[in-house]
């Protein structure tokens, strides 16, 4: 058997090999290779082959042929999860080193997992760049990634995954790694500053990341969810290349996972889009308590893919445009992390408004703007019951799920779950009609004794325009609202408006014009937030 330090060669030259067309048992045209910090991919047309490197690098080890097998089975099981129809097996290559054979007979030199190939232009990330990636997309993404979270196996409590030790390591592994790698004239304080506040947060949280392990938020996650690994195919979002080689790595708590694709696209410029996947994660799953580890997740990824720039610009072989990219990717990695540390502005918002008067679309355009999470009655309502978002009661006016005793409960655990938002360092706004005066008090009371801004979205339109978005909402049945003409009459009937000593909280918005900027930079200013 060859020494390990004359394997990376090896496995260049028989990748090499493998560029021919007649090594492969399917017609091909011409071969094509991709090169990570951890992987060969090979192109073909059809079929795309990943082959692991020869490589230990502490938070993995592909030292061995058999662990490189080992870890290719691991890969298909794990992919197919949420990419069956990428993930198709695992091959040997026989022959010999200058005539390889994928899928031959007789002794593995190597193993690859096949998959099918799909059009790199189809990646989210590209997709981004270009911008054709469409707020449709972010939306069917965190609609599946959280039924994917939702039916994942969860980590029993007598394993150490998800423990407070098991969180620090890596992220302890992350910095020591890099700062093995920095040169002798680089700046290390900025190193040492993530490190330091990474240190303070895991002390500040190790209760509540034992209480997240022991109410089942621990599970078998990706690990790697970040817009490279997911690819659209016939418009649907496909998320694939899970972390197989390290469990540690993808038995962890759902935030950590989430927070990754979250950093990915505010490091790429969209903030918008971070929030937007987050409220639709949010609205599906009812996680609104792992808002507290947010933060710390948000700049550990970070550091993640920070380790990962620095491996790629260390190791031999690469052209100085790509070494200056990869030393260019720590540098913004790091630099986000520092940004992520720091505290955002608080406020509690709540919408005000008949039904039908366009409180979603304000709030969901503070959500993209401001960072806000969003709860909404309408979800959370049906969440009480047991119901899903889109699931019709039947419930009649004021009866069922939309009684008295029904309304007061759903405002309850409004003002339970805003006040967990808040606690979490987040501004939060709340999507109800708010059209009796001791719903609006209740939350005023709340804002007041978690010490921040209380303000009322008071969203205006007029009746006929009220009476058409109702009609069109019961016509697609898309939205988790069952508001009906009579509801909307009884509303009107009933409704208690906004008194004088209200008004001071009150930033009016009309929902008719749709130019809602103004709106939206008063918030701002009085969240602290700064201009637009």
Request: hydrophobic share 45%.
């Amino acid at each position: 058997m060859e020494s390990p330090d004359r394997e990376p060669a090896r496995q260049r030259a028989l990748v090499e090999a493998l560029t021919a067309p007649r090594c492969y048992p399917h017609a091909v045209g011409a071969v094509s290779v991709m090169e990570t910090h951890i992987s060969f991919v090979l192109l073909t047309g059809d079929y795309a082959y990943k082959i692991k490197k020869a490589l230990d690098l502490g938070f993995l080890d592909f030292s061995t042929l058999a662990k490189r097998r080992f870890f290719c089975e691991e890969e298909l099981r794990l992919n197919r999860r949420l990419a069956p129809g990428l993930y198709l097996d695992v091959v040997p290559i026989c022959g010999t080193a200058t005539g390889p054979r994928m899928g031959g007979a007789g002794p593995a030199l190597e193993y690859a997992v096949k998959m099918a190939q799909f059009p790199q232009e189809g990646l989210a990330d590209r997709l981004l760049e270009r911008g054709e990636l469409q707020p449709a997309a972010i939306d069917s993404l965190a609609t599946a990634v959280a039924a994917f979270h939702g039916a994942a196996a969860r980590a029993a409590m007598t394993d150490d995954y998800g423990s407070a030790a098991a969180v620090a390591a890596p992220a302890a592994q992350n910095f020591a790694q890099i700062r093995a790698l920095l040169g002798p004239g680089e700046d290390r304080a900025e190193l040492a500053a993530v490190e330091a506040w990474s240190l303070d947060e895991q002390r500040r949280l190790a209760q509540v990341f034992g209480a997240r392990k022991r109410d089942g938020f621990v599970r078998e996650c990706h690990g790697d969810l970040h817009l490279g690994n997911i690819v659209l195919i016939g418009g649907v979002p496909r998320i694939f290349d899970c972390i197989e080689f390290n469990p540690n790595l993808r038995w962890i708590d759902v935030v950590n996972e989430i927070a990754f694709l979250i950093m990915d696209l505010e490091g790429r410029g969209r903030p918008d889009y971070a929030s937007r996947f987050l409220d639709g994660y949010l609205e599906a799953s009812g996680d609104y308590d792992g808002l507290r580890l947010l933060a710390y997740y948000r700049v550990y990824r970070a550091m993640v893919r920070a380790k990962v720039a620095r491996i790629r610009a260390a190791q031999d072989g690469l052209a100085a445009a790509e070494r200056e990219a990869a030393l260019d990717g720590y540098r913004r990695y790091a630099a986000y992390a520092r940004g992520a540390m720091a505290a955002r502005a608080r406020g509690l918002i709540v919408t005000h408004g008949f039904s039908g008067s366009g409180k979603t679309l304000v709030s969901r355009a503070l959500i993209e703007t401001l960072g806000a999470v969003r709860i909404r009655s309408d979800v959370e309502r049906k969440r009480l019951h047991g119901m899903q978002a889109l699931e019709r009661s039947g419930s009649g006016l004021g009866a069922g799920i939309y009684g008295q005793s029904a309304t007061e409960a759903t405002y309850n655990q409004l003002e339970c779950l805003a006040c967990r938002v808040a606690q979490a360092g987040l501004p939060v706004v709340v999507d109800a009609t708010f059209l009796k005066r001791w719903q609006r008090d209740k939350f005023r009371a709340a804002a007041r004794a978690l010490g921040m801004p209380f303000v009322i979205l008071d969203c205006r339109a007029p009746p006929a325009l009220l009476r058409a978005r109702l009609g069109q909402r019961q016509r697609t049945g898309l939205d988790a609202s069952e508001a009906t003409p009579a509801v909307l009459d009884s509303q009107l009937q009933g409704a208690e408006a906004l008194a004088a000593d209200e008004e001071e909280f009150v930033v009016p918005v009309d929902t008719a014009a749709g130019d809602w900027a103004p709106t939206l930079a008063e918030i701002k200013r009085r969240l602290g937030a700064g201009p637009t």
